[in-house]
């Protein structure tokens, strides 16, 4: 089983939908969960870090699991600048951040 | 959050030959990574540069086909050798900052073809 899985998309929403990602993780010592994306052809930016007890940020909600070893994105009123693919983070051991595969976005006119 | 800059941004390079990709930050970090991102995939770490001491390298990944230097904590170099069709990928050097040194903050990449 891969340590953070991801369903890989496309998500294909038209503007203005309410869209949401989910990750799963596998190490149960994993200490800290972030959401990145990533623009086609540019390098991972961070989001969002993933508290325990859930966080928003403007549109977006990030909510945590532990139990479950879930963690979600919901993305509120999608705008078409939402387009790109979205990648869950799992920080294990300290410092070692584990990637998922990402999910890809699609924000339709 | 940290600046990062790489060099050469892009390349096309012959098989058999090496490519060293250099990153260079604007302030201080501890922690540096190296990692590889394959057409349609995620981020794959390499290593993780070390200064002053030889990286520490994943699963999958050795210091003979992937030779990185770390001489200050504001520089790294990633060494791409022997290369393969196989190597054609984007490289990204990253280092953790933040308040609580938790975000990683990535540089451009280097996209790398391997003919």
Redesign the interface.
Same mark, same amino acid.
């Given at each position: 089983r891969k340590e953070v899985e991801q369903d890989p998309g496309p998500f294909n929403v038209p503007e203005g939908a309410t869209v949401a990602f989910n990750c799963t993780y596998s190490n149960s010592a994993s200490q800290s969960f972030f959401w990145y994306r990533q623009d086609c052809r540019k390098e991972p930016k961070l989001l969002m870090s993933v508290y325990s007890s859930g966080n928003e940020d403007g549109r977006f909600t990030a909510q945590l699991n532990r139990a479950s070893q879930y963690i979600s994105l919901l993305i509120r009123d999608s705008k078409l600048s939402d387009s790109a693919t979205y990648l869950c983070v799992v920080n294990i051991y300290g410092q070692n951040f584990v990637f998922g595969p990402g999910t890809r976005l699609s924000v339709l006119p | 959050s940290a600046v990062i800059s790489q060099k050469p941004s892009r390349d096309i390079c012959q098989r058999g030959t090496s490519l060293t990709i250099q990153c260079q930050v604007d302030s201080q970090v501890t922690?540096m #990574?190296w990692y590889r991102q394959q057409p349609g *995939?995620? $981020? &794959? $770490?390499i290593a &993780?540069a070390n200064q002053g001491s030889e990286a520490t390298y994943e699963s999958g990944f050795v210091i003979d086909k992937f030779p990185i230097s770390r001489p200050n904590l504001t520089f790294s170099t990633l060494t791409v050798s022997n290369m393969s069709p196989e190597d054609s990928s984007i490289y $990204?050097c990253s280092v953790?900052g933040g308040t609580g040194q938790? &975000? *990683?903050? #990535? @540089?451009? @990449?280097t996209r790398l073809l391997v003919l």
């Amino acid at each position: 089983r891969k340590e953070v899985e991801q369903d890989p998309g496309p998500f294909n929403v038209p503007e203005g939908a309410t869209v949401a990602f989910n990750c799963t993780y596998s190490n149960s010592a994993s200490q800290s969960f972030f959401w990145y994306r990533q623009d086609c052809r540019k390098e991972p930016k961070l989001l969002m870090s993933v508290y325990s007890s859930g966080n928003e940020d403007g549109r977006f909600t990030a909510q945590l699991n532990r139990a479950s070893q879930y963690i979600s994105l919901l993305i509120r009123d999608s705008k078409l600048s939402d387009s790109a693919t979205y990648l869950c983070v799992v920080n294990i051991y300290g410092q070692n951040f584990v990637f998922g595969p990402g999910t890809r976005l699609s924000v339709l006119p | 959050s940290a600046v990062i800059s790489q060099k050469p941004s892009r390349d096309i390079c012959q098989r058999g030959t090496s490519l060293t990709i250099q990153c260079q930050v604007d302030s201080q970090v501890t922690m540096m #990574f190296w990692y590889r991102q394959q057409p349609g *995939q995620s $981020l &794959t $770490l390499i290593a &993780t540069a070390n200064q002053g001491s030889e990286a520490t390298y994943e699963s999958g990944f050795v210091i003979d086909k992937f030779p990185i230097s770390r001489p200050n904590l504001t520089f790294s170099t990633l060494t791409v050798s022997n290369m393969s069709p196989e190597d054609s990928s984007i490289y $990204l050097c990253s280092v953790v900052g933040g308040t609580g040194q938790e &975000t *990683q903050y #990535f @540089g451009p @990449g280097t996209r790398l073809l391997v003919l």
